[in-house]
């Protein structure tokens, strides 16, 4: 299995910046992919920002040109880099992870969240 452990939320002003975090531990070694997605209350959860299979990224629309997706594959971690941050920024922000299994298999792993609240 893999684990997964977010950082790095808070409370910031509109205009601001945060870093989150995401350090992976387990059975690392078959991921294909890994991002962050966001929950607001009483909202679906919905993509962040990701990277695919082949190495590239996938960002939602929202927030290209202010977040950026980054890794540290010594350290196992992710980050995502949020710039410019907007009151509907504000969720709680999931890493997400997606294994190979093997056979056509894939395990999906979710850590368990850190808040991001901007205030106006």
């Known amino acids: 299995q893999v684990q997964l452990v977010e950082s790095g939320g808070g409370l910031v002003q509109a205009g601001g910046s945060l870093r989150l975090s995401c350090a992976a531990s387990?059975?690392?070694?078959?991921?294909?992919?890994v991002g962050w997605y966001r929950q607001a209350p009483g909202k679906q959860r919905d993509l962040v920002a990701a990277f695919t299979n082949d190495g590239g990224t996938n960002y939602a629309d929202s927030v290209k040109g202010r977040f950026t997706i980054s890794r540290d594959n010594g350290k196992k971690t992710v980050y995502l880099q949020m710039n410019s941050l907007k009151p509907e920024d504000t969720a709680d922000y999931l890493c997400?992870?997606?294994?190979?299994?093997?056979?056509?298999?894939?395990?999906?792993?979710w850590g368990q969240g850190t808040q991001v609240t901007v205030s106006a």
């Open positions: 387990g059975r690392t070694a078959n991921i294909v992919s």
């Open positions: 997400y992870a997606r294994e190979y299994l093997g056979s056509s298999q894939y395990g999906n792993y």
